[in-house]
Protein backbone atom coordinates (compact mmCIF):
# COMPACT_ATOMS: atom_id res chain seq x y z
CA UNK A 1 0.00 0.00 0.00
CA UNK A 2 1.57 3.44 -0.74
CA UNK A 3 0.83 5.51 2.06
CA UNK A 4 0.46 5.21 5.84
CA UNK A 5 -3.27 6.05 5.73
CA UNK A 6 -3.65 3.19 3.32
CA UNK A 7 -1.56 0.95 5.11
CA UNK A 8 -3.78 1.63 9.00
CA UNK A 9 -6.66 1.26 6.83
CA UNK A 10 -5.60 -2.14 5.40
CA UNK A 11 -4.68 -3.14 9.18
CA UNK A 12 -7.36 -2.21 10.53
CA UNK A 13 -9.53 -4.05 7.57
CA UNK A 14 -7.84 -7.39 8.15
CA UNK A 15 -8.15 -7.31 11.48
CA UNK A 16 -12.43 -6.70 11.50
CA UNK A 17 -12.46 -9.17 8.46
CA UNK A 18 -10.64 -11.93 11.06
CA UNK A 19 -13.25 -11.19 13.90
CA UNK A 20 -16.44 -10.84 11.47
CA UNK A 21 -15.38 -14.66 9.76
CA UNK A 22 -15.18 -16.24 12.80
CA UNK A 23 -18.39 -14.35 14.50
CA UNK A 24 -20.24 -15.12 10.85
CA UNK A 25 -19.05 -18.28 9.94
CA UNK A 26 -19.18 -19.91 13.58
CA UNK A 27 -22.97 -19.07 13.15
CA UNK A 28 -23.34 -20.58 9.38
CA UNK A 29 -22.15 -23.33 10.59
CA UNK A 30 -24.07 -24.52 13.56
CA UNK A 31 -26.94 -22.42 12.48
CA UNK A 32 -29.07 -25.27 10.39
CA UNK A 33 -27.79 -28.55 12.72
CA UNK A 34 -28.72 -26.41 15.88
CA UNK A 35 -32.46 -25.21 14.20
CA UNK A 36 -32.65 -28.91 13.09
CA UNK A 37 -31.64 -31.02 15.97
CA UNK A 38 -32.13 -28.89 18.78
CA UNK A 39 -34.91 -26.94 18.20
CA UNK A 40 -36.91 -29.07 15.29
CA UNK A 41 -37.33 -26.45 12.62
CA UNK A 42 -39.34 -27.43 9.34
CA UNK A 43 -38.17 -26.15 5.81
CA UNK A 44 -40.57 -23.32 5.75
CA UNK A 45 -39.72 -22.24 9.23
CA UNK A 46 -36.08 -21.92 8.05
CA UNK A 47 -37.08 -20.05 5.03
CA UNK A 48 -39.35 -17.62 7.91
CA UNK A 49 -35.79 -17.13 9.87
CA UNK A 50 -33.56 -16.49 6.84
CA UNK A 51 -36.22 -14.12 5.76
CA UNK A 52 -35.85 -12.11 9.02
CA UNK A 53 -32.10 -12.59 8.68
CA UNK A 54 -32.22 -10.56 5.37
CA UNK A 55 -34.52 -7.50 6.22
CA UNK A 56 -31.19 -5.30 8.07
CA UNK A 57 -29.68 -5.89 4.85
CA UNK A 58 -32.53 -4.21 3.12
CA UNK A 59 -32.36 -1.52 5.50
CA UNK A 60 -28.75 -1.05 5.10
CA UNK A 61 -29.53 2.30 2.87
CA UNK A 62 -30.14 3.56 6.73
CA UNK A 63 -26.17 3.17 7.17
CA UNK A 64 -26.63 6.75 4.89
CA UNK A 65 -28.14 8.62 7.28
CA UNK A 66 -25.95 6.93 10.92
CA UNK A 67 -23.04 8.27 9.21
CA UNK A 68 -24.12 12.16 9.77
CA UNK A 69 -23.02 11.14 13.20
CA UNK A 70 -20.67 8.54 13.93
CA UNK A 71 -17.64 7.34 10.78
CA UNK A 72 -17.35 4.49 8.83
CA UNK A 73 -14.87 2.82 10.79
CA UNK A 74 -16.24 3.07 14.05
CA UNK A 75 -19.89 2.65 12.99
CA UNK A 76 -17.86 -0.98 11.34
CA UNK A 77 -16.59 -2.04 14.66
CA UNK A 78 -20.09 -0.89 16.58
CA UNK A 79 -21.46 -3.59 14.03
CA UNK A 80 -19.00 -6.09 14.94
CA UNK A 81 -20.09 -5.70 18.23
CA UNK A 82 -23.76 -6.14 17.32
CA UNK A 83 -23.10 -9.27 15.36
CA UNK A 84 -20.97 -11.04 18.22
CA UNK A 85 -23.85 -10.50 20.99
CA UNK A 86 -26.48 -11.68 18.21
CA UNK A 87 -24.45 -15.29 17.84
CA UNK A 88 -23.44 -15.31 21.60
CA UNK A 89 -27.46 -15.80 22.70
CA UNK A 90 -28.12 -18.08 19.74
CA UNK A 91 -27.12 -20.79 22.17
CA UNK A 92 -29.17 -19.57 25.01
CA UNK A 93 -32.37 -19.00 23.42
CA UNK A 94 -33.47 -22.61 21.62
CA UNK A 95 -36.42 -22.18 20.52
CA UNK A 96 -38.19 -21.16 17.02
CA UNK A 97 -38.64 -17.28 18.89
CA UNK A 98 -35.54 -17.31 19.92
CA UNK A 99 -33.70 -17.97 16.43
CA UNK A 100 -35.97 -15.08 14.85
CA UNK A 101 -34.56 -13.07 17.31
CA UNK A 102 -30.87 -13.77 17.86
CA UNK A 103 -30.87 -14.01 13.73
CA UNK A 104 -32.36 -10.83 13.45
CA UNK A 105 -29.73 -8.92 15.79
CA UNK A 106 -26.80 -11.04 14.58
CA UNK A 107 -27.81 -9.81 10.93
CA UNK A 108 -28.17 -6.34 11.53
CA UNK A 109 -24.04 -6.22 12.71
CA UNK A 110 -23.27 -8.43 9.92
CA UNK A 111 -25.07 -6.48 7.13
CA UNK A 112 -24.12 -2.70 8.09
CA UNK A 113 -20.13 -3.88 8.76
CA UNK A 114 -20.34 -5.04 5.19
CA UNK A 115 -21.67 -2.24 4.07
CA UNK A 116 -19.08 0.23 6.13
CA UNK A 117 -16.64 -1.95 5.11
CA UNK A 118 -16.85 -2.13 1.53
CA UNK A 119 -17.54 1.60 1.19
CA UNK A 120 -13.51 1.88 3.30
CA UNK A 121 -12.48 -0.01 0.86
CA UNK A 122 -13.86 1.60 -2.15
CA UNK A 123 -13.37 5.34 -0.91
CA UNK A 124 -9.43 4.60 0.07
CA UNK A 125 -7.78 2.94 -2.49
CA UNK A 126 -8.25 3.40 -6.41
CA UNK A 127 -9.81 1.17 -8.77
CA UNK A 128 -6.89 -1.39 -9.54
CA UNK A 129 -5.96 -1.01 -5.95
CA UNK A 130 -9.55 -2.07 -4.55
CA UNK A 131 -10.07 -5.49 -6.64
CA UNK A 132 -6.69 -6.30 -5.06
CA UNK A 133 -7.70 -5.39 -1.57
CA UNK A 134 -11.65 -7.39 -1.75
CA UNK A 135 -9.29 -10.09 -2.93
CA UNK A 136 -7.02 -10.56 -0.34
CA UNK A 137 -9.64 -9.50 2.52
CA UNK A 138 -11.64 -12.60 1.13
CA UNK A 139 -8.38 -14.54 1.13
CA UNK A 140 -7.87 -13.69 4.71
CA UNK A 141 -11.48 -14.39 5.41
CA UNK A 142 -10.99 -17.57 3.61
CA UNK A 143 -8.04 -18.18 6.06
CA UNK A 144 -10.14 -17.51 9.47
CA UNK A 145 -13.23 -19.53 8.19
CA UNK A 146 -10.84 -22.84 8.19
CA UNK A 147 -9.67 -22.10 11.91
CA UNK A 148 -13.06 -21.66 12.59
CA UNK A 149 -14.31 -24.67 10.93
CA UNK A 150 -11.19 -26.91 12.51
CA UNK A 151 -12.18 -25.24 16.25
CA UNK A 152 -15.93 -26.14 15.45
CA UNK A 153 -15.10 -29.74 14.63
CA UNK A 154 -13.19 -30.17 18.16
CA UNK A 155 -15.60 -28.52 20.11
CA UNK A 156 -19.13 -30.51 18.63
CA UNK A 157 -17.25 -33.59 19.87
CA UNK A 158 -16.45 -31.98 23.37
CA UNK A 159 -19.37 -29.53 24.29
CA UNK A 160 -22.83 -29.13 23.16
CA UNK A 161 -23.73 -26.85 20.22
CA UNK A 162 -25.20 -24.06 23.04
CA UNK A 163 -22.02 -23.86 24.09
CA UNK A 164 -20.21 -23.50 20.57
CA UNK A 165 -22.25 -20.55 19.74
CA UNK A 166 -21.74 -18.67 23.21
CA UNK A 167 -17.73 -19.26 22.76
CA UNK A 168 -17.87 -17.58 19.47
CA UNK A 169 -20.18 -14.92 20.17
CA UNK A 170 -17.58 -13.69 23.25
CA UNK A 171 -14.38 -13.91 20.80
CA UNK A 172 -16.66 -11.25 18.07
CA UNK A 173 -17.63 -8.80 20.99
CA UNK A 174 -13.69 -9.11 22.08
CA UNK A 175 -12.37 -8.48 18.26
CA UNK A 176 -15.09 -5.66 18.14
CA UNK A 177 -13.73 -4.07 21.71
CA UNK A 178 -10.42 -3.89 19.87
CA UNK A 179 -11.38 -2.44 17.03
CA UNK A 180 -12.93 0.38 18.57
CA UNK A 181 -10.12 1.26 20.73
CA UNK A 182 -7.69 1.50 18.28
CA UNK A 183 -9.22 3.32 15.05
CA UNK A 184 -7.74 4.15 11.47
CA UNK A 185 -7.29 7.76 9.85
CA UNK A 186 -9.08 7.06 6.51
CA UNK A 187 -9.19 9.36 3.19
CA UNK A 188 -11.49 12.44 3.71
CA UNK A 189 -11.03 13.63 0.63
CA UNK A 190 -13.98 13.09 -1.51
CA UNK A 191 -16.86 13.97 1.70
CA UNK A 192 -19.69 11.63 0.54
CA UNK A 193 -23.17 12.45 0.34
CA UNK A 194 -25.08 11.76 2.97
CA UNK A 195 -28.58 10.92 1.72
CA UNK A 196 -30.86 8.46 -0.04
CA UNK A 197 -30.57 8.58 -3.76
CA UNK A 198 -31.18 6.69 -7.05
CA UNK A 199 -29.93 7.79 -9.98
CA UNK A 200 -30.38 6.58 -13.54
CA UNK A 201 -26.85 6.57 -14.33
CA UNK A 202 -26.64 3.17 -11.98
CA UNK A 203 -29.60 1.50 -12.71
CA UNK A 204 -27.54 -1.85 -14.01
CA UNK A 205 -25.66 -1.96 -10.82
CA UNK A 206 -28.89 -2.12 -9.18
CA UNK A 207 -30.41 -4.85 -11.07
CA UNK A 208 -27.31 -6.75 -11.20
CA UNK A 209 -27.75 -6.15 -7.56
CA UNK A 210 -31.19 -7.01 -7.52
CA UNK A 211 -30.55 -10.24 -8.86
CA UNK A 212 -27.54 -10.99 -6.86
CA UNK A 213 -29.75 -11.05 -3.71
CA UNK A 214 -32.33 -13.27 -5.39
CA UNK A 215 -29.73 -15.81 -6.66
CA UNK A 216 -27.40 -15.72 -3.22
CA UNK A 217 -30.58 -16.48 -1.16
CA UNK A 218 -30.93 -19.81 -2.67
CA UNK A 219 -27.37 -20.95 -2.15
CA UNK A 220 -27.29 -19.50 1.46
CA UNK A 221 -30.31 -20.86 2.65
CA UNK A 222 -31.23 -23.78 1.02
CA UNK A 223 -27.64 -25.60 -0.14
CA UNK A 224 -26.44 -26.17 3.16
CA UNK A 225 -30.03 -26.88 4.80
CA UNK A 226 -30.34 -29.52 1.94
CA UNK A 227 -27.57 -31.15 2.66
CA UNK A 228 -28.51 -31.06 6.79
CA UNK A 229 -32.36 -32.06 5.75
CA UNK A 230 -31.85 -34.46 3.04
CA UNK A 231 -28.52 -36.39 3.02
CA UNK A 232 -28.14 -35.83 7.05
CA UNK A 233 -24.48 -33.89 7.61
CA UNK A 234 -23.61 -33.53 10.85
CA UNK A 235 -21.65 -30.67 12.62
CA UNK A 236 -18.17 -31.70 11.65
CA UNK A 237 -18.96 -32.93 8.55
CA UNK A 238 -20.82 -29.27 7.61
CA UNK A 239 -17.63 -27.86 9.56
CA UNK A 240 -15.31 -29.97 7.59
CA UNK A 241 -17.26 -28.70 4.40
CA UNK A 242 -16.85 -25.22 5.02
CA UNK A 243 -12.97 -25.65 5.55
CA UNK A 244 -12.62 -27.31 2.05
CA UNK A 245 -14.15 -24.16 0.67
CA UNK A 246 -12.31 -21.95 2.59
CA UNK A 247 -9.16 -23.41 1.52
CA UNK A 248 -9.54 -23.52 -2.09
CA UNK A 249 -11.24 -19.67 -1.28
CA UNK A 250 -7.87 -18.82 0.07
CA UNK A 251 -5.70 -19.48 -3.10
CA UNK A 252 -8.73 -18.41 -5.67
CA UNK A 253 -9.76 -15.16 -4.11
CA UNK A 254 -7.02 -13.30 -4.86
CA UNK A 255 -7.01 -14.68 -8.54
CA UNK A 256 -10.34 -13.84 -9.40
CA UNK A 257 -9.27 -9.95 -8.47
CA UNK A 258 -6.55 -10.58 -10.85
CA UNK A 259 -8.88 -11.61 -13.56
CA UNK A 260 -11.28 -8.60 -12.73
CA UNK A 261 -8.49 -5.96 -13.60
CA UNK A 262 -7.31 -8.05 -16.75
CA UNK A 263 -10.32 -9.12 -18.16
CA UNK A 264 -13.34 -6.47 -16.92
CA UNK A 265 -16.22 -7.52 -14.66
CA UNK A 266 -18.38 -8.13 -18.11
CA UNK A 267 -16.19 -11.33 -18.62
CA UNK A 268 -16.03 -12.40 -15.29
CA UNK A 269 -19.13 -12.28 -14.24
CA UNK A 270 -20.42 -14.44 -17.23
CA UNK A 271 -18.47 -16.71 -16.30
CA UNK A 272 -19.69 -16.68 -13.00
CA UNK A 273 -23.28 -17.11 -14.27
CA UNK A 274 -23.07 -19.41 -16.83
CA UNK A 275 -21.33 -21.75 -14.47
CA UNK A 276 -24.75 -20.65 -11.51
CA UNK A 277 -26.66 -22.52 -14.13
CA UNK A 278 -25.44 -25.50 -14.47
CA UNK A 279 -24.98 -25.84 -10.91
CA UNK A 280 -28.18 -24.62 -9.89
CA UNK A 281 -29.79 -27.75 -12.23
CA UNK A 282 -27.49 -29.96 -10.59
CA UNK A 283 -28.90 -30.04 -7.56
CA UNK A 284 -31.91 -31.04 -8.67
CA UNK A 285 -30.27 -34.06 -10.68
CA UNK A 286 -28.11 -35.34 -8.52
CA UNK A 287 -28.91 -37.72 -5.91
CA UNK A 288 -25.70 -38.56 -4.22
CA UNK A 289 -24.83 -37.20 -0.83
CA UNK A 290 -21.24 -36.77 -1.70
CA UNK A 291 -21.91 -35.22 -5.51
CA UNK A 292 -24.36 -32.39 -3.64
CA UNK A 293 -21.03 -31.52 -1.48
CA UNK A 294 -19.34 -30.88 -4.55
CA UNK A 295 -21.66 -28.75 -6.32
CA UNK A 296 -22.01 -26.37 -2.96
CA UNK A 297 -18.15 -26.26 -3.26
CA UNK A 298 -18.23 -24.84 -6.53
CA UNK A 299 -21.04 -22.64 -5.75
CA UNK A 300 -19.10 -21.47 -2.84
CA UNK A 301 -16.07 -20.66 -5.25
CA UNK A 302 -18.42 -18.59 -7.70
CA UNK A 303 -20.36 -17.17 -5.45
CA UNK A 304 -16.99 -15.45 -4.31
CA UNK A 305 -16.66 -13.61 -7.82
CA UNK A 306 -19.52 -10.93 -6.40
CA UNK A 307 -17.04 -8.38 -5.46
CA UNK A 308 -16.96 -7.70 -9.49
CA UNK A 309 -20.15 -5.51 -8.54
CA UNK A 310 -18.63 -3.82 -6.07
CA UNK A 311 -15.24 -2.71 -8.67
CA UNK A 312 -18.24 -2.22 -10.95
CA UNK A 313 -19.67 0.58 -9.12
CA UNK A 314 -16.67 2.16 -8.31
CA UNK A 315 -15.28 2.75 -12.08
CA UNK A 316 -19.18 4.02 -13.03
CA UNK A 317 -19.95 6.45 -10.09
CA UNK A 318 -18.72 10.00 -9.07
CA UNK A 319 -16.09 9.58 -5.71
CA UNK A 320 -18.91 11.57 -3.65
CA UNK A 321 -21.45 8.83 -4.40
CA UNK A 322 -20.08 5.67 -3.66
CA UNK A 323 -20.85 5.26 -0.08
CA UNK A 324 -24.40 5.97 -0.47
CA UNK A 325 -24.91 4.32 -3.90
CA UNK A 326 -22.94 1.10 -2.37
CA UNK A 327 -25.24 1.38 0.57
CA UNK A 328 -28.60 1.63 -1.67
CA UNK A 329 -27.02 -0.80 -3.64
CA UNK A 330 -26.57 -3.36 -0.77
CA UNK A 331 -30.21 -2.71 0.39
CA UNK A 332 -31.74 -3.79 -3.49
CA UNK A 333 -29.71 -6.75 -3.07
CA UNK A 334 -31.83 -7.72 -0.16
CA UNK A 335 -35.14 -6.55 -1.27
CA UNK A 336 -35.64 -9.74 -2.86
CA UNK A 337 -33.66 -11.61 -0.42
CA UNK A 338 -36.31 -11.04 2.44
CA UNK A 339 -39.20 -12.40 0.37
CA UNK A 340 -37.04 -15.59 -1.62
CA UNK A 341 -36.27 -17.70 1.62
CA UNK A 342 -39.73 -17.32 2.91
CA UNK A 343 -41.15 -17.65 -0.82
CA UNK A 344 -38.45 -20.91 -1.55
CA UNK A 345 -39.26 -22.15 2.25
CA UNK A 346 -42.95 -22.74 0.74
CA UNK A 347 -41.63 -24.00 -2.37
CA UNK A 348 -39.58 -26.72 -0.69
CA UNK A 349 -42.64 -28.07 1.23
CA UNK A 350 -44.14 -28.74 -2.31
CA UNK A 351 -40.97 -30.10 -3.89
CA UNK A 352 -37.78 -29.30 -2.81
CA UNK A 353 -36.40 -29.26 -5.96
CA UNK A 354 -38.55 -26.06 -6.90
CA UNK A 355 -35.81 -23.46 -5.35
CA UNK A 356 -32.58 -24.45 -7.22
CA UNK A 357 -34.88 -24.52 -10.89
CA UNK A 358 -35.49 -20.73 -9.77
CA UNK A 359 -31.37 -20.44 -9.24
CA UNK A 360 -31.57 -21.89 -13.06
CA UNK A 361 -33.92 -18.75 -13.82
CA UNK A 362 -32.29 -16.07 -11.76
CA UNK A 363 -29.12 -16.93 -13.47
CA UNK A 364 -29.90 -16.49 -17.06
CA UNK A 365 -31.28 -13.36 -16.24
CA UNK A 366 -28.43 -12.11 -14.70
CA UNK A 367 -26.10 -13.53 -17.71
CA UNK A 368 -28.26 -11.62 -19.73
CA UNK A 369 -27.96 -8.35 -17.98
CA UNK A 370 -24.35 -8.44 -17.11
CA UNK A 371 -23.58 -8.13 -20.96
CA UNK A 372 -24.51 -4.40 -20.69
CA UNK A 373 -21.51 -3.55 -18.12
CA UNK A 374 -19.17 -1.55 -19.74
CA UNK A 375 -15.54 -0.10 -18.68
CA UNK A 376 -12.39 0.35 -19.49
CA UNK A 377 -11.73 -3.12 -19.45
CA UNK A 378 -14.18 -3.84 -21.75
CA UNK A 379 -14.09 -3.38 -25.66
CA UNK A 380 -16.50 -1.84 -26.30
Known amino acids: MPDYKQKEVYRYLIISWIFVAIGFQGWRTLFNNFGVDVVG ?23 IYILIFIKEQKLSALSLLTMGIGVLFTGLLPSFEGLLLTTFVMSVGFHY ?36 GAVIVGLSYAFPIEYNFLLIGLVTVAGSIYLLINQPKVDETHEQHKKFFLRKKYWLYYVLNFLSGSRRQIFVVFAVFLLVDKYNFS ?112 MWMTNWQLPFYAGVGLSILSLVFVQMIKTENTDD
Open 41 to 63: ISGLEVGAIQSIREIPGFLSFLV
Open 113 to 148: FETTSSSLILQNFNKVDSSIVFGKLRAVMSLSNIGV
Open 235 to 346: VAEIAALFIVNNIIGYFVNPLIAKSINAFGERKVLSFEYIALIFIFYAYTQWDAKWGVALLYILDHIFFNFSFGLKTYLQKIADPKDIAPSNAVGFAINHIAAVVIPFVGGV
